[in-house]
């Protein structure tokens, strides 16, 4: 009987309310634990203390390296950390990082899936020295194309926005560059939903990516953007960069500047003496005459065709389409 009582009275410590006293402490718990000590010093391992900050080169060559980050806000800070370098930064002295360097990072993010990205991607561009560009276009463009016929349509617009850009800077070098003429074309005539012999047989559908009356605003951007490439391509002095002969008494010399020493390098590479055979897409088309022609051939019938239905819808699709039709009027010297 004594063991069975001393069980239960046990058991009742456990419900039972400890009476607290005033001026003693509140019993402290089991698991307590003591957190009174201080720490004097924290050590971590390969801390940097450095009292003056980094160079502006070396944040410069940071930022080239966050591009490739994997979060979208991060890739957006280090391009508009890098647009304010460039816009800050005198033209009279060279930059950081040469353009070599910064232009081959940036190529892959003219694809970006952010918005954000890609809109600060253009202000970049847009901040670079344009003597510096020429020698990237040829491969600019493989980005450039290849967001023209994106299955999404903010980065068909995007783009758009890029090779506007592009027009703008080194038109006559978009042009004239290997692939630049007749491939940009048939991106266009792909996009816009007007196909040709060159476009049917490479694209199962024959309705283009822009040309549904609800993208509106796009099919006008584009449009815009296509009256830029042939006033760059149709016309003399149409793109940026090309450089009238001067009118000079030159008598009895004529075409001085054809016999003068070129103004780039490898000035003969239309020709291609020494690479593999081209195809009629990827060849050097310098000459106006050569551009022309091909594009009576290949895509005169097919823009003519899609220009018509577009002023049919009228509004800004129309205007755009007339703006259009009359630099390829002016280029091409045709009559209706």
């Known amino acids: 009987m004594g063991s069975s009582s001393k069980k239960k009275k046990d058991k009742q410590k456990d419900f039972k309310r400890p009476k607290l006293k005033v001026g003693k402490e509140k019993p402290k718990a089991s698991n307590f634990t003591d957190t009174s000590f201080k720490s004097k010093s924290i050590t971590l391992n390969q801390q940097s203390l450095s009292v003056s900050a980094p ?46 360097v910064i232009m081959p990072r940036l190529f892959p993010l003219f694809l970006d899936g952010s918005n954000s990205v890609r ?37 068909r617009g995007s783009s758009m926005d890029i090779l506007r850009w592009v027009l703008g800077s080194c038109g006559q070098s978009l042009v004239s560059c290997a692939g630049g003429w007749v491939k940009t074309l048939n991106s266009f005539l792909a996009m816009l939903g007007w196909p040709n012999e060159l476009t049917v047989a490479s694209w199962s559908s024959t309705k283009g990516s822009m040309g549904k009356s609800g993208e509106g605003k796009a099919f006008v951007k584009a449009l815009n953007v296509l009256t830029l490439l042939l006033q760059a391509g149709l016309t003399e002095g149409g793109g940026k960069g090309e450089v009238s002969e001067p009118k000079i008494n030159s008598f009895p010399l004529v075409d001085l500047s054809q016999h003068m020493l070129p103004t780039r390098s490898n000035c003969y ?68």
């Open 269 to 336: 590479a239309y020709l291609n003496l020494f690479g593999s055979p081209s195809s009629e897409e990827n060849r050097v088309y310098e000459d106006l005459d050569d551009r022309r022609q091909v594009f009576r051939a290949c895509f005169q019938e097919a823009a003519k065709k899609g220009l018509l239905a577009a002023k049919q819808e009228g509004g800004e699709v129309g205007r755009a389409a007339s703006a259009v039709q009359k630099v390829m009027m002016a280029g091409m010297v045709y009559q209706d």
């Open 119 to 155: 809109g600060q991607l253009v202000r970049l561009l847009q901040a670079l020295p344009p003597d510096d560009i020429e020698e990237h276009v040829e491969h600019m463009l493989l980005y450039i194309r290849a967001g023209m016929t994106h299955l999404s349509a903010e980065i």
């Open 55 to 100: 160079a502006a080169s070396t944040q410069f060559a940071h930022n080239i390296a966050l591009l490739t980050s994997r979060s979208d806000s991060q890739r957006r800070d280090s391009l508009g950390y890098l647009t304010t370098s460039i816009a800050n930064h005198s033209r009279k002295t060279p930059l950081p990082q040469p353009v070599n």
